[in-house]
């Protein structure tokens, strides 16, 4: 993970590469979905908390879960979902066009954090509990409203091809999965959850549904 803090660094290192990133936000703040509420008065700051915020989460969630699935010694089922999630920071697919380096970061975390949910969607649904204890689904929307279409939607299909490659090369169907299952469906995540980067902390944004519902982005 050294190489991908590396390259995040040597981003927010460079000052006209925020600028670049206020000026974009400033664009994309009122096309952004109505159900997205931002702090008055603070709405582009919060976004650039967000996006600084969801770019240095990749790699804090990918160390998460290697720790987790060493412990468990699932590696050899998970780890090539958390390989091919590092090198869209690594080795960024050809469809991410870099107009400042924090915005391509942006498309790259977008990227890894979405392969990531889908991933773990795909796994609940087969076996009725998540892969790993994350939900970023709420941070992963803010991000699509920010990257705006049709290109979020290029990235999303870019992730479909990935995940679906992914598990039709390795079905999650080994001793050690089976066994990781059983457990978690017994004892649940209470020690997993305790050590999990959470993207949401201290983050002003919250989603107001059409029901009078509000939940805030955890």
Not at 80 to 96: G, K, M, Q
Not at 110 to 126: G, Q, S, T, V
């Amino acid at each position: 993970m050294n190489s991908i803090r590396h390259i995040i660094f040597q981003a927010k290192s460079q000052a006209y590469t925020e600028e670049k990133l206020i000026e974009f936000l400033n664009k994309r703040r009122p096309l952004l979905h109505g159900s997205i509420l931002l702090p008055a008065n603070q709405d582009v700051k919060s976004l650039v908390d967000f996006v600084d915020r969801y770019i240095s989460h990749v790699p804090d969630f990918i160390e998460a879960i290697e720790s987790i699935i060493s412990e468990a010694k699932i590696e050899a089922d998970v780890q090539p979902i958390l390989t091919v999630a590092s090198n869209y920071f690594l080795s960024p697919p050809d469809l991410i066009k870099e107009n400042s380096h924090l915005l391509a970061l942006l498309d790259e975390s977008y990227l890894a954090h979405r392969l990531l949910e889908e991933i773990n969607d795909r796994f609940m649904a087969k076996t009725g509990i998540p892969l790993t204890p994350m939900d970023n689904t709420m941070a992963n929307l803010i991000a699509h409203e920010l990257i705006g279409e049709p290109f979020a939607n290029l990235l999303d299909q870019a992730v479909l091809f990935s995940a679906e490659l992914l598990l039709n090369e390795n079905k999650m169907e080994s001793e050690s999965i089976r066994d990781y299952i059983e457990t978690h469906k017994m004892k649940g995540w209470s020690d997993e959850i305790k050590r999990w980067p959470c993207l949401a902390d201290k983050l002003d944004i919250r989603f107001e549904f059409s029901e009078p519902q509000i939940s805030q982005l955890h």
